[in-house]
């Protein structure tokens, strides 16, 4: 609900009415010309066209409770799932299995149970850490469709303390909201991802950024536990007018606010100075890392991560109170060649499967074989981008491919090793002898006649250049 100042004691009170802060706020703007603004109060038909919408509404919000009560996944489960979706994890996919799991047998048992609600929980809000494209979103959002639930994804670094520069913490709650399609109920049981969650813990005025971390990490910890935010934004006329129509249409019972008891949240970030950090805390001997894994940086690096301790985060720059609401801790490997090969061949989101699909959409069948994946597999590990490596180097690589085989005869194409090694070559030699579709188009309207009025006659053709580009003018 919007709140207004009262000028003359200077406290916030809630109107009765929130139609009359609106009043206030717009003719604060139009100034004291003497403009005066009104509002066209929704006829009570209005409510019985909403009649549908509603109902469909309260039959989607039960379905969905009913299948949250009646939650039984298992871990294992979960995790066999997710092998369909990411290539390798396997200490970060039985993490988050067992920690979803956990977190919506708790949420089933709080609503078949009133007094389930009343026990001491702390729930279980997970901490991923790893570098850039190996698979943390595409987990949690895989999770997230598995389930059924509603989920969001949020840039820790669009946020302030204040909000006037930058988004206000609430904001992702309110996002969350909008990925239920409006249903505040529904949301409640949602998942929140949070990345770079890493860029909070050091002071940065950079960007015009009003606040430090620290004031955004304070705010983050008050709704990682059990908060209630406002459905409406107080900075934004947009939510506060959807406020007003729901006050006017009569709706009482109408939800204004949205706890995150059972919000789930999940933050990730590359910490990429965390290891030097747990390096110099505990040292490589006292871990028993054997020379084997010290000759390998990015095995080391993923070995001091899964060890980082709480105090190595608050060293690294986060408040004690706001990584103790991330309990759940666990580190991602990075991906090498051999694991960017089984992306393209195995994985049920390969970015293969994309370029297939846009070939197949002008006609053209597009194949690669074993030499050529992993060729573009070692190209793509040396961008040091994880997964997005892949897509770099395929649209580099068939970019021309893509311009110009739709417009000539060619039906298929396949790549090889030496396709990737040199694409405009290979690309010469597929057009070699290929006329254009416009081309054959021509040649058939040289070759054929055509009749009038039942009778046949010749067509002379005569070709022109004009600024570079030929004419044909039939006769």
């Known amino acids: 609900m919007a709140l207004n100042l009262d000028e003359e004691n200077g406290e916030k009170n809630a109107p009765s009415d ?12 139009l100034g004291t010309s003497g403009s005066k603004l009104g509002f066209v109060f929704p006829s009570a038909g209005y409510d019985d066209n909403r009649s549908d919408d509603d109902d469909t509404s309260a039959k989607e919000e039960s379905e969905f409770i009913d299948r949250i009560k009646n939650f039984n996944m298992k871990p294992r489960e979960i995790r066999n799932f997710l092998d369909r979706f990411v290539i390798k994890q396997a200490e970060a996919k039985k993490v988050l299995s067992v920690a979803v799991c956990d977190h919506y047998n708790h949420v089933r048992r709080c609503l078949l149970d009133d007094n389930a609600l009343k026990m001491e929980y702390s729930k279980q809000n997970v901490l991923i850490l790893g570098p850039t494209g190996v698979g943390k979103t595409y987990l949690i959002k895989n999770i997230a469709k598995l389930i059924g639930v509603p989920f969001v994804k949020v840039d820790a ?9 930058g988004s206000d913490v609430d904001d992702m709650i309110r996002d969350l909201i909008k990925a239920a399609n409006g249903n505040i109920t529904l ?3 949602g998942i929140v991802f949070i990345d770079e969650v890493d860029k909070i813990a050091m002071v940065s005025d950079a960007g015009g950024r009003d606040v430090s971390g620290r004031g955004v990490q304070i705010n983050l910890l008050k709704l990682m536990e059990d908060s209630d935010v406002s459905a409406y934004s107080q900075t934004d006329m947009l939510s506060q007018l959807r406020a007003a129509m729901s006050f006017a249409n009569g709706k009482k019972d ?4 949205i706890s995150t008891k059972h919000i ?12 030097d950090i747990v390096k110099s805390r505990i040292g490589a001997k006292s871990i028993g890392f054997s020379v084997k894994i ?8 993923y070995e001091y991560l899964q060890n980082a301790s709480t105090s190595d985060f608050i060293k690294y720059g986060f408040e004690p109170e706001f990584i103790g609401r991330l309990p759940v801790r666990v580190a991602c490997e990075a991906l090498n060649s051999d694991d960017l090969k089984n992306i393209l061949t195995s994985s049920e989101g390969s970015i293969l499967k994309q370029y297939v699909e846009d070939f197949n959409g002008y006609g053209i069948k597009f194949t690669a074989d074993d030499g050529a994946l992993s060729t573009i597999a070692k190209l793509a590990a040396s961008e040091k981008t994880g997964a997005r490596g892949l897509l770099t180097v395929l649209e580099k690589l068939l970019r021309d491919f893509k311009f110009e ?16 090694s040199e694409p405009g070559k290979a690309l010469a030699e597929l057009m070699k002898g290929k006329s254009t579709a416009t081309e054959a188009k021509t040649r058939r309207t040289k070759d054929t006649p055509t009749s009038s009025a039942g009778g046949r006659k010749n067509i002379s053709v005569k070709n022109h250049e004009f600024g570079g580009q030929e004419i044909v003018q039939i006769q």
């Open 254 to 257: 109408h939800k204004q606010s």
């Open 157 to 165: 670094t669009k946020f302030s303390e204040t909000g006037y520069v």
């Open 18 to 29: 929130p139609f009359e802060g609106l009043k206030k706020h717009f003719n604060d703007i």
């Open 294 to 301: 010290a000759k390998n940086d990015v095995d080391e690096t």
């Open 187 to 189: 949301a409640e049981y």
């Open 405 to 420: 085989l739709p417009s000539t005869v060619v039906k298929s194409v396949k790549i090889s090793e030496k396709t990737v």
């Open 264 to 275: 789930l949240f999940i933050a990730s970030g590359a910490f990429d100075k965390l290891s």
